[in-house]
């Protein structure tokens, strides 16, 4: 307990830090989901015109369980994909066949462009917040389980409203998806949390650097555990990556070895299931689209964490502990304004990444992941002032220089053959 007051008294929350968060300025996501839900049919229609012939659909339009490691490189993953700038990605997403190029200026496109780009936009600014709310309650409350928990649970809140208000269909499971949903949602409760306790020790920035070595993780773990052998171009994009996150943690500030090692730890769990998961089989009738996919694994992932925070910390959520934190100077009200804006966040920004999906091909909303990593990067090191060196900028260039490298190869590999 003694310990716990020297950590709670060392900080205290400013309530100046929420005073540029206006009311009127936080993205409605409710209306967002039913007006993205609803589309117009000649959309959709063009939408899955255009990527049937990359990806594996359902006769629905949605994703199945064969298309694994398209819906892997979702939010939760921190996509490898990289590209120039949003731009790219918005042309990327609205691009049609050729054979309708002449269209290109009709007013559904332009529609749909005018959609992603505000979606891509509501993505990145809900993931900013996330990551500025959680790191602030992160600071005063050091109780990374129980702070997942939370955040969980307002997803579990958020799922079950939107089902009972019929903003998007329930799902249907089958015995043979109980296996994969679970393994997917042990992995992703232990990247999610991993990365929490991270971002509780380090700077926000230094943990989606060091977040930036996913991809040699997933070559290593396709060459082990699937047999895949890299070409040499992309054990040359490898390089980069790695010598660029161990020059920015030998310059970095805030380091220390389990933020670090937490860090890590979350690119070993999410890679290690992006590639198992290619052995997952199901089939298609059986398909859960991506929405529903990632809304049973929040569930899950609620489920699963209570019984751990409870054994590992303790009831920490009661008003006895209010008590007690605001005894040690802590403004109670403030801590919980966040709690609450940091959990909505955190479903929030997934939710919307998943329509992306829904939307746009993997390697598109690849490429959107990854330039929201450097968006992130550049808004917790302007908000929260972290000192930055000449050489710890290098490193932090560096490894997202390889990132992108790693992404053209992929890229190139990736487009289809023509004759």
Excluded at 176 to 191: E, N, W
Aim: aromatic content about 10%.
């Amino acid at each position: 307990m003694e310990s716990c007051a020297l950590a709670l008294s060392s900080s205290t929350l400013n309530p100046n830090f929420l005073k540029h968060v206006h009311r009127n300025n936080i993205p409605k996501i409710i209306p967002l989901l039913q007006c993205c839900c609803s589309s117009s049919s000649a959309v959709l229609s063009s939408c899955n015109n255009n990527y049937r012939s990359t990806t594996s659909f359902t006769t629905s339009g949605l994703y199945s369980f064969r298309s694994y490691n398209s819906i892997l490189n979702g939010p939760f993953l921190f996509s490898k994909q990289i590209h120039n700038d949003l731009e790219v990605v918005v042309r990327a997403a609205a691009s049609v066949p050729a054979e309708s190029s002449d269209d290109s200026t009709s007013p559904a496109k332009i529609g749909r462009t005018l959609q992603l780009a505000i979606m891509f936009g509501v993505w990145y600014l809900l993931n900013i917040y996330f990551n500025i709310f959680n790191k602030q309650v992160l600071k005063v409350f050091p109780y990374p389980t129980t702070v997942t928990t939370f955040q969980f649970g307002c997803g579990t809140i958020m799922i079950l409203i939107m089902w009972a208000f019929k903003l998007h269909p329930r799902p249907k499971l089958y015995k043979s998806q109980i296996v994969p949903v679970l393994m997917l949602a042990v992995a992703h409760t232990l990247g999610n949390l991993l990365t929490n306790i991270s971002l509780g020790r380090v700077a926000v920035s230094f943990t989606h650097t060091i977040k930036a070595m996913e991809p040699f993780f997933t070559v290593l773990f396709s060459a082990l555990l699937l047999s895949e052998r890299p070409s040499l171009w992309v054990v040359s994009s490898l390089v980069p990556i790695v010598g660029g996150v161990a020059l920015a943690s030998f310059t970095e500030a805030s380091f220390n070895w389990i933020g670090f090692g937490s860090a890590m730890a979350s690119n070993v769990t999410n890679q290690s299931r992006n590639v198992l998961s290619k052995k997952f089989m199901v089939r298609k009738e059986e398909a859960l689209d991506n929405i529903n996919l990632f809304s049973v694994m929040t569930i899950l992932c609620f489920i699963m964490l209570v019984p751990c925070a409870i054994l590992l910390e303790g009831l920490k959520l009661t008003p006895k502990y209010m008590q007690f934190a605001a005894s040690q100077g802590i403004n109670v009200k403030e801590l919980c304004v966040r709690f609450v804006l940091a959990g909505f966040c955190f479903h929030s920004y997934q939710q919307v990444s998943y329509m992306i999906l829904h939307m746009v091909s993997p390697v598109t909303h690849a490429v959107g992941n990854c330039v929201k990593r450097v968006v992130v990067i550049v808004s917790s090191v302007i908000f929260f002032q972290t000192p930055v060196s000449p050489v710890n900028s290098l490193g932090t260039g560096l490894a997202l220089a390889g990132v992108f490298m790693y992404s053209r190869v992929k890229r190139i590999k990736s487009k289809p053959k023509t004759d």
